[in-house]
């Protein structure tokens, strides 16, 4: 199956509180940001880091129009 290689080769964690240890530099990890898995890849400037500080769980649209400025 095509799909599922991909994951195969990541380690699929849903655990965002973890915090990065050296012995994980250089794997991809797949971090659950409450919709889907995000594959991070590990550095050394990461370590001492938690996970979820790399997978991000909103969005950011922009901030709403002023809707005063066409009532002049």
């Known amino acids: 199956m095509k799909g599922t290689q991909s994951f195969l ?24 940001n409450g919709n889907e898995h995000l594959p991070i890849y590990i550095t050394d400037h990461m370590v001492g880091h938690k996970l979820g500080e790399f997978a991000h769980t909103l969005n950011f649209r922009g901030h709403a129009k002023n809707d005063n400025r066409s009532r002049r």
């Open 9 to 32: 080769e990541h380690i699929l964690l849903r655990s965002r509180a973890s915090t990065i240890i050296p012995t994980m530099i250089g794997h991809t990890i797949a971090i659950h």
